[in-house]
């Protein structure tokens, strides 16, 4: 049994088995942020790196999140105790006027398989919606989601919000017709073409130490 | 014969049937429209309140099949351009809406503009096979600040005189779009009857309807406005991860809005419509020019002659990311089993990239795919007035045929097809003429119908009084 072993249930998908390695490792006395961070988010990192390179499917990745997060419980009551800490708070949502979600919710996924903490405010999301969450939970990111062209327009006005109101959050775009160009115009701090990309791009707006 | 072909046998047309029954009667669909839901509850349905899901039984289903009309014409502003449904011949949509256009000048990938969408339907209302006009991108020059589906409508009822499809996606907008039609055809009545203009109903997969579009389209019934239910889900993510089970679930999203459409307004004209995808499993995005997406809407088509409604399936889809085989290759291999089997309009015409990317070349390319299918379709006539035996007598063993008059008469008509497009030349002629490609031809086409005047212009008073309408919505739809 090892840290070792962990991290390839994760990769191998091995939901069913995770737990009790995790458990048998905490037993054993490893280091809880060992197993967090060479185990657990180590698993999600290779994972995330073999999905960008398109080795992996979609549903592949997303066991091995499952995996991931099924491991994450056994030691989160333990978390409190120990120095390690999320990599950051992500305020997630697909804008007003539009239900489309699936590139939401795999982002989603990816993100918090990553480490970061997740709240995901669902479809149809005001703008001001977005600025209550991002106030109220102090987070690092918002990243924002639209499919229809007429909904684009909904991401400019809360990021103007969010702006104009002096918080830290960085926010960021994504979805079929977003583009670069148009998260430059609106001055959004970074925009992603899939989800392994936005898992870079956060990880770039919130350096972990 | 005609050549046919089938994607599903009598049992598991049946099948299917009563899979999406199952899952209308026990599952539901959900519904964000209040005005729906009520007009579900007061004819039979199941609804509950909190989660707005419907549970649809069959009876209903069986109730709206009987309304429904099995035949109805989609007319066009130039009546020589009416299309009747279903038809004897596969017709095609101008597919959209594209976020982006490839610039017929530069060559540049670029934001689409609204003299993308005028080029287009210039070159449209050109294509013998061309029936349906979708306003075929997103104008990244109309004003969002104002944005209405009105605009678009307009831009293509002037610039075109076949029949126009569009969505409307707030009910405001219909007295606005309806005096438009009014304008152009002299009365309302004329708008219920001659129905130049017919909405796309995107369902949200899995078993979800939107709300305001919804209500939109509860209002332009009340005008007899064909709607054409466009469920898209894509097996493996938003539908589920069999083509089989993917069917039922596209099947069960149209029956919904049949009977929806149905109960709200019997006899409202209903185009039996999907455009059901795959899922990239690399990336979790939507394919449309996979062989799957070819068999679940040929399938879908099938259903569609099943409850005896016309239809329109998407087929000639390409994921391409530019112009070229990879284009030309999907979009020939998802047409030619649509028209096989008899669908009476597919979608798809002009873009790939997922029907992102405009390309104006590409609308004269799938043109002559859509042509060569038709002639695959029509297949061998093997009747009296085709049949040369005295030729073969006449001629016997050794000679020619080339001065029979038989073939005098028939090397210039149907019976065999003339490309455009695909080059046929000697080698030698072929480099004389610079080695041209399927692309470069299609640009001169695009070049010369271009420099050509429009055709069936709208006259100038109409004009007037649109662009008056327009103005006039403008202001009262501004966000």
């Known amino acids: ?209 | 014969m005609k050549l046919g072909l089938n994607f599903l046998s009598e049992d598991e047309k049946q099948r299917i049937h009563k899979d999406s029954i199952k899952i209308l009667s026990e599952v539901g669909v959900k519904f964000m429209s209040d005005k729906a839901l009520k007009v579900l509850a007061d004819n039979g349905a199941k609804v509950d309140k909190d989660s707005r899901v419907a549970l649809i039984p069959e009876e209903m289903v069986t109730q709206a099949l009987s309304t429904a009309p099995n035949a109805f014409v989609l007319g066009a502003r130039n009546p020589e351009f009416d299309f009747q449904m279903p038809s004897s011949y596969t017709g095609y949509t101008l597919d959209g809406a594209a976020t982006f256009a490839i610039d017929f000048e530069t060559g540049e990938r670029r934001n689409a503009l609204t003299s993308d969408m005028i080029a287009s339907l210039k070159i449209f209302e050109e294509l013998p096979l061309g029936t349906v006009v979708w306003p075929n991108v997103h104008c990244d020059d109309m004003d969002q600040g104002n944005y209405n589906e009105v605009r678009p409508s307009f831009v293509s009822l002037i610039n075109s005189s076949k029949h126009i499809q569009n969505e409307l996606h707030r009910p405001e907008e219909v007295p606005f779009m309806i005096e438009g039609l009014s304008a152009i055809l002299g009365s309302e009545d004329a708008v219920k009857e001659r129905k130049i203009f017919s909405v796309c109903y995107c369902t949200i997969p899995p078993l979800t309807h939107d709300g305001e579009m919804c209500d939109t389209y509860l209002e332009l019934a009340k005008f007899h406005v064909p709607i054409l239910p466009y469920p898209m889900p894509a097996a493996g993510s938003t539908g589920p991860a069999s083509l089989y089970s993917d069917i039922a679930v596209a099947n069960a999203e149209s029956l919904s809005a049949l009977v929806l459409f149905q109960m709200a307004v019997p006899g409202t004209p209903i185009i039996y419509g999907h455009a059901a995808g795959i899922t990239n499993f690399r990336l979790g995005t939507f394919i449309e020019g996979a062989p799957e997406t070819t068999l679940i809407n040929g399938a879908l088509g099938e259903m569609a002659h099943f409850y005896n409604l016309p239809n329109t399936q998407g087929g000639c889809l390409s994921d391409a990311k530019v112009a070229g085989p990879q284009a030309i290759m999907e979009k020939a291999l998802g047409t030619l089993p649509l028209v096989l089997s008899g669908v009476d309009v597919i979608n798809g015409i002009g873009e790939v990239d997922a029907s992102q990317l405009l390309i104006l070349e590409q609308i004269i390319v799938d043109n002559e795919i859509a042509l060569m299918c038709k002639r695959i379709k029509d297949g061998i006539n093997v009747s009296d007035a085709k049949d040369y035996y005295n030729d073969v007598a006449q001629v016997g063993a050794g000679g020619h045929f080339l001065m029979q008059p038989s073939t005098m008469k028939e090397c210039r008509s149907d019976e065999f097809f003339q490309p455009e497009l695909c080059d046929r030349n000697t080698f030698e002629q072929w480099a004389e003429l610079g080695n041209p490609n399927i692309y470069g031809k299609a640009r001169e086409k695009v070049k010369e119908i271009l420099a050509g005047p429009q055709k069936n212009p709208l006259p100038d008073d109409v004009i007037g009084k649109l662009e008056e309408i327009q103005r006039k919505a403008d202001e009262a739809l501004s966000h």
């Open chain 1, 1 to 209: 049994m090892s840290v070792q072993d962990i991290f390839n249930a994760i990769n191998e998908f091995r939901d069913t088995e995770i737990v009790n390695l995790v458990q048998a490792e905490v037993d054993a006395g490893t280091d809880i942020s060992e197993i967090l961070d060479n185990g657990l988010i180590g698993a999600m990192d290779e994972v995330g790196k073999k999905f960008g390179e398109g080795l992996l499917f979609v549903p592949e990745m997303l066991m091995a999140a499952q995996t991931m997060k099924a491991g994450l419980e056994v030691i989160r009551p333990l978390l409190a105790d120990s120095d390690t800490k999320p990599r950051g708070t992500v305020i997630i949502g697909t804008v007003k006027g539009d239900l489309h979600d699936i590139g939401k919710n795999l982002v989603a996924m990816m993100l918090e398989g990553a480490g970061f903490t997740i709240i995901d405010l669902g479809v149809d999301v005001e703008p001001q919606a977005f600025f209550d969450a991002a106030k109220e939970n102090s987070a690092e990111l918002v990243a924002m989601s639209a499919l229809l062209t007429t909904t684009m327009p909904a991401m400019e006005e809360a990021v103007k919000l969010i702006k104009d109101a002096g918080l830290p959050t960085k926010m960021v775009i994504g979805g079929a017709p977003v583009t670069q160009a148009y998260a430059d115009k609106i001055s959004a701090d970074g925009y992603s073409a899939d989800a392994p990309g936005a898992v870079e791009l956060a990880r770039s707006l919130i350096p972990g130490d």
